[in-house]
């Protein structure tokens, strides 16, 4: 059977129907519209892989308190986020668009969380959703936040000192250093019993050195807990590297001296102020319960040290009844006794020595200035001490008093007065007398 299709349906005579045209292009720009929205911009997913979430504790209840800190290792903890949208958006979505965190709002005591990852929109992007986060949540841990001070205890390995030196106990180069502090979770700081710094030294040493050291913190039995280098590296009892110990030292770089010295022993002496002119250090007799010590030191400054010079007796303190004095030695610096001795017992000889009181009566002024007038009591009494048979003659006459008015200003002045012979030159003073002078 043969159909005939009508002369007018034929395709040939469509093609110029002005209708069918009109309708037929509207059918193939929908098919092409919806080809190129599907192929260009269609509903798709992708996964932003190993991002960090931010948990704080900032404005938070613990923050607040100041008691509570993190100390979970937050930083290594990653994420994989699943991302919904159009194509055109999730195509320009980088990972900094999107934002992780967890709440500690609800935290008020030590323990293990389990908080909820959230996020955040960083950009003013829209038209994507967040699918979901992997994994869903956070363990971390809060503990009690505490601070100590301890002294650091310096230690240098392998040092050797060379012949006829002696390599001393080192010590930190800044005496601000020698304590430190350290800030962290109580149960780690209850684990803190010392702290100390240590160098690999190995070498032998011929003059005192410093070295940058490493600060180590033990436990009760001596074992090292963390070891900290100057850059702030931490290393654990393995020496692996510690990523995060939530401990804070208030510095990691410290310098350490090997202190390299000398020994020596050598003589005590005795030195005097005020000795009259007629006597010398040589003719004053004297006994010291050590009189030699083992000094040790600066290798330069012990070879050129002959003997210890204790400090100075005031020769006036000296009389027959008070000639014991307990001094201590006058050491350079660099250069301290081994022997332990901190006071010297020192008795003066004054068995050929006799004193006596004196009414001086011969009162003399000098540096006063120009124009100006003294005017001083009658006469002062003052105990003399010198050699026997020079003490047993002496007289008032023998003997004057000066007192140095120098920058003395109108008004009364008490002033010190100073004991002067023209006659004798090896008798003293004994102690301080002062005289009331008017100068007008």
């Given amino acids: 059977m043969t159909i005939k299709i009508p002369q007018n349906l034929r395709l040939g005579n469509l093609i110029y129907n002005k209708k069918f045209t009109v309708f037929l292009s509207l059918i193939v720009a929908f098919g092409l519209w919806l080809g190129i929205a599907m192929f260009e911009n269609p509903i798709r997913e992708h996964v932003f892989t190993n991002m960090s979430a931010i948990v704080t504790i900032d404005n938070t209840f613990a923050d607040e308190t100041g008691a509570l800190g993190i100390v ?33 709002v609800d935290v008020d005591k030590p323990g293990t969380y389990e908080l909820e990852i959230k996020s955040n929109n ?9 699918a979901s986060i992997e994994p869903k949540t956070i363990t971390v841990t809060f503990d009690y936040i ?43 700081m209850e684990k803190i019993d010392s702290v100390g710094t240590i160098a690999e030294v190995n070498r032998t040493l011929s003059k005192s050195q410093t070295f940058n050291s490493d600060i180590v913190l033990y436990d009760a039995t001596g074992a090292p807990l963390y070891r900290f280098t100057s850059d702030g590296t931490v290393y654990d009892p393995g020496n692996n590297v510690v990523t995060n110990s939530h401990l804070t030292l208030s510095f990691t770089s410290v310098k350490v001296t090997q202190p390299i010295s000398r020994k020596k022993t050598v003589n005590c002496k ?3 102020v005020d000795l009259p002119e007629g006597l010398s250090e040589n003719d004053v007799r004297y006994t010291i319960n050590q009189n030699r010590v083992t000094i040790i030191g600066t290798p330069e400054i012990v070879d050129k040290l002959e003997a210890v010079t204790l400090s100075p007796i005031d020769f006036k303190m000296i009389s027959k009844e008070n000639n014991k004095f307990e001094l201590s030695a006058a050491l350079p610096d660099g250069v301290k006794i081994l022997d332990n001795v901190e006071v010297f ?7 050929t020595y006799a004193e006596k009181e004196i ?27 010198g050699p026997a ?15 140095d008015l120098t920058d003395k200003i109108v008004g009364e002045h008490t002033v010190v007065t100073t004991l002067k012979s023209n006659v004798y030159n090896n008798i003293w003073q004994v102690g301080t007398n002062i005289l009331t002078v008017t100068i007008n």
């Fill in 270 to 272: 005795l030195q005097f």
């Fill in 146 to 188: 505490d601070s100590k001070k301890f002294e650091l205890v310096p230690k240098l390995v392998g040092v050797r000192a060379s012949d006829g030196l002696v390599a001393e106990t080192p010590v930190v180069a800044n005496s601000n250093k020698s304590k430190i502090t350290i800030r962290g979770p109580r149960t780690v």
């Fill in 345 to 351: 017992n020192v008795e003066i000889n004054t068995t």
């Fill in 122 to 130: 960083e950009s003013n992007k829209t038209g994507y959703e967040i």
């Fill in 359 to 385: 009414e001086i009566s011969d009162i003399r002024c000098i540096n006063l200035g120009e124009s100006l007038k003294a005017r001083t009591d009658n006469n002062i009494r003052v105990k003399v001490c």
């Fill in 389 to 403: 048979n020079i003490i047993e003659k002496l007289s008032a006459n023998d003997v004057y008093i000066v007192v």
């Fill in 72 to 104: 979970s290792d937050v930083a290594s903890k990653k994420f994989n986020v699943t991302v919904r949208g159009t194509n055109r958006i999730v195509s320009s979505l980088k990972e900094s668009d999107i934002h992780l965190y967890a709440s500690t």
